[in-house]
């Protein structure tokens, strides 16, 4: 735990100040690793929004860039494989008024942790999900994942995967997720403005980050020559177009892909918590006295 954002240095003119976020634990991912400049993004999106380390908590799972919250100057927790969501739900029902910040790999999300996303999108859940994606489980030498090409040679797939890759944009519009929008480590403004969207909404936002691993899939050459930005002739609250979007083959359209408006998971809890206590369901007296 660390400043107090009411007491932190003013950031220096025309910058931010992204120190009372940093820890004094040096991150340990290879040099050039897309994962740095997600870091990096989340910093700046503190800094802009002034949120206080105290009231921030940043949840992961296993992984490389599940090493994230040791770098921030937040409360954080590093859980199982696969298991971000089911705590980041806790912790966001325990006290809703935490800033709540999901990270994690395409391994951890798509893999062991693909089975919460849906369940996580209809209950809205009001947590910003972070998935730095390099279709590859870094952490074991470079193993496929689950968004990782059939072309793709490794020392475990000599021959090319045998699974066909999945494609995270359109399971996240097919599953309703409120907010839904791909970013590239390699454009750190773009994706520092998405971040922040993402933190805004209020309900479950999933950002897929493209976060190439340059020891065992370095794709920042093929990956950079294909982005390209979401125009504003896009409606994000059109979920037709936001499919045919996530379905595009020739390029990968990068920024906010689908958007749309419900109550968060803590808004209907608050809700039912009121509608309860009028019929006295929150009287624990009213209760006892129906077993006497």
């Not at 966001?92 to 790999?105: D, F, M, R, S, W």
């Not at 892909?257 to 109550?263: A, C, E, F, G, T």
Request: with cysteine.
């Amino acid at each position: 735990m660390g400043t107090d954002a009411e007491t932190m240095p003013k950031p220096p003119q025309g910058g931010l100040n992204i120190a009372p976020y940093k820890t004094d634990v040096d991150p340990i991912w290879c040099p050039g690793c897309g994962d740095f400049g997600v870091l990096t993004c989340i910093y700046r999106m503190l800094a802009t929004k002034q949120i206080r380390p105290e009231e921030t908590v940043v949840v992961s799972g296993i992984g490389c860039s599940s090493r994230l919250p040791a770098y921030v100057n937040a409360y954080g927790f590093h859980t199982v494989h696969g298991r971000v969501l089911p705590v980041a739900t806790g912790v966001k029902t325990a006290n809703p008024k935490l800033e709540v910040i999901a990270v994690g790999g395409d391994g951890d999300a798509y893999s062991i942790g693909a089975g919460h996303i849906p369940h996580a999108a209809r209950r809205n859940i009001d947590v910003c999900y972070i998935v730095m994606d390099n279709e590859v489980y870094g952490l074991t030498k470079g193993q496929g994942s689950a968004t990782a090409p059939v072309e793709m040679v490794k020392g475990t797939t000599p021959f090319g995967q045998l699974d066909d890759p999945l494609n995270p944009i359109a399971v996240a519009v097919a599953y309703d997720i409120s907010f839904v929008a791909r970013g590239y480590s390699g454009k750190p403004k773009e994706l520092t403005d998405l971040i922040i969207q993402g933190v805004e909404h209020k309900g479950f936002a999933l950002i897929e980050v493209l976060s190439p691993c340059t020891t065992f899939h370095d794709i920042y050459k093929p990956t950079s020559q294909r982005i390209r930005f979401v125009d504003s002739s896009h409606d994000p609250f059109d979920r037709i177009a936001a499919m045919k979007l996530a379905f595009e083959k020739e390029t990968i359209p990068l920024g906010v892909i689908y958007k749309s408006q419900r109550s968060s998971f803590d808004e209907r809890i608050e809700e039912t918590k009121k509608r309860a206590q009028i019929k006295g369901a929150g009287d624990l007296n009213k209760v006892l006295d129906v077993f006497q």
